[in-house]
T-cell receptor, first 117, second 112 residues
Framework: EAQVTQNPRYLITVTGKKLTVTCSQN?????MSWYRQDPGLGLRQIYY???????DKGDVPEGYKVSRKEKRNFPLILESPSPNQTSLYFC????????????????FGDGTRLSIL | QQQVKQSPQSLIVQKGGISIINCAYE??????FPWYQQFPGKGPALLIA?????SEKKEGRFTISFNKSAKQFSLHIMDSQPGDSATYFC???????????FGTGTRLQVTL
């Protein structure tokens, strides 16, 4: 089954304790992206990756890091989490960047709800 | 800066009615306008998308209307059903920019 898998689904942690949210896709997609979803703000892009070893900042990258060492994996790293990073996070992938030729729908994971105390 | 403005924030429609969600954009370079549907506890999923070379696209009960001169596009859900109750996001993107810009979402509730 084609899917994007995020782990963990829920995490409660404390300020300053480094954490990693993993994301894996099994569709051989080139493009992967991380979003955060906050009430009233919709989905905002944090980082994206066009392919292995190619990453770039989205709209709200501060406080986050990513890496793309393999095509299927795109982990999101919070080196020193703060309460303002409490949010619902989504990883997404698509064959190529989402507005490319033809419909290239982004496939989303089911989300990671992160609470930072 | 909110490049894609979506309204209303929430919407209650009776079963069988028409649900209408509107979006307006600022960047004239946008050339791809998808709508995503999100159920509670799930990630968004592509519902329908349009490019600016057409003014309307219909897939079943879902229709996108696009007005290039007004820089607006809307989602119409005909014969709305309780199973359509979800959050809907509009988005916009360009072929040269490697990302989508999303609206703030509309929570739709279809009542019996």
């Amino acid at each position: 089954e084609a899917q994007v898998t995020q782990n963990p689904r829920y995490l409660i942690t404390v300020t300053g304790k480094k954490l990693t949210v993993t994301c894996s896709q099994n569709m051989n997609h080139e493009y992967m992206s991380w979003y955060r979803q906050d009430p009233g703000l919709g989905l905002r892009q944090i980082y994206y990756s066009m392919n292995v070893e190619v990453t770039d900042k989205g709209d709200v990258p501060e406080g986050y890091k990513v890496s793309r060492k393999e095509k299927r994996n795109f982990p999101l790293i919070l080196e020193s989490p703060s309460p303002n990073q409490t949010s619902l996070y989504f990883c997404a992938s698509s064959l190529r960047f989402p507005a490319g030729g033809g419909n290239q729908p982004q496939h989303f994971g089911d989300g990671t709800r992160l609470s930072i105390l | 800066q909110q490049q894609v403005k979506q309204s209303p924030q929430s919407l209650i429609v009776q079963k069988g009615g028409i649900s209408i969600i509107n979006c307006a954009y600022e960047n004239t370079a946008f050339d791809y306008f998808p709508w995503y549907q999100q159920f509670p506890g799930k990630g968004p999923a592509l519902l329908i998308a349009i490019r600016p070379d057409v003014s309307e696209k219909k897939e079943g009960r879902f229709t996108i209307s696009f007005n290039k001169s007004a820089k607006q596009f809307s989602l119409h859900i005909m014969d709305s059903q309780p199973g359509d109750s979800a959050t809907y996001f509009c988005a916009a993107g360009t072929g040269t920019a490697s990302k989508l810009t999303f609206g703030t979402g509309t929570r739709l509730q279809v009542t019996l």
